[in-house]
């Protein structure tokens, strides 16, 4: 794994946070995303190597709402970039982790992404994940 690529935090509405993250963090988002397939709204900020991406959920169910309802707003996962996503999956499961789908899906900021279970890795989510090649 290279480095924290980005930390990802849910929160109800991206109205309400990304104003007060622009005042944490000092700096402006610098992009919104939605990604449909996971019914969730993004946001993303810079700070140094790392970015911060809120989350938001886009319909009831998702797994950004289901989430809030059960623990409310706070840190939902760390996200570890890969300079290749099928060679650490290969490793992570052969070291007994669990992979939440088995294989890569796209996500937000032309990545694409995988999530180890909270289950096998101490109750965080870590999401794995790599730029797409255009
Ligand atoms: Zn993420």
Redesign the pocket.
């Known amino acids: 794994m290279l480095k924290v690529e980005?930390i990802?935090i849910a929160v109800k509405s991206l109205a309400v946070s990304v104003p007060l993250f622009e005042k944490l963090l000092n700096t402006p988002c610098y992009k919104t995303e939605e990604v449909a397939t996971e019914g969730v709204a993004t946001a993303f900020f810079r700070q140094g190597e790392t970015k911060i991406?809120l989350l938001q959920a886009l319909e009831a169910g998702s797994t950004i709402a289901k989430f809030l309802d059960r623990k409310g707003e706070g840190v939902h996962?760390i996200?570890f970039e890969v300079d290749d996503i099928y060679a650490e999956m290969r490793r992570l499961e052969a070291e007994g982790f669990t992979l939440v789908h088995p294989e890569p899906r796209p996500?937000a900021d032309n990545k694409q992404?995988c999530f180890l279970h909270p289950k096998s890795t101490n109750g965080i989510l870590i999401?794995l994940?790599q730029e797409r090649k255009a």
């Open positions: 980005h990802g991406e996962h996200a996500g992404v999401e994940t």
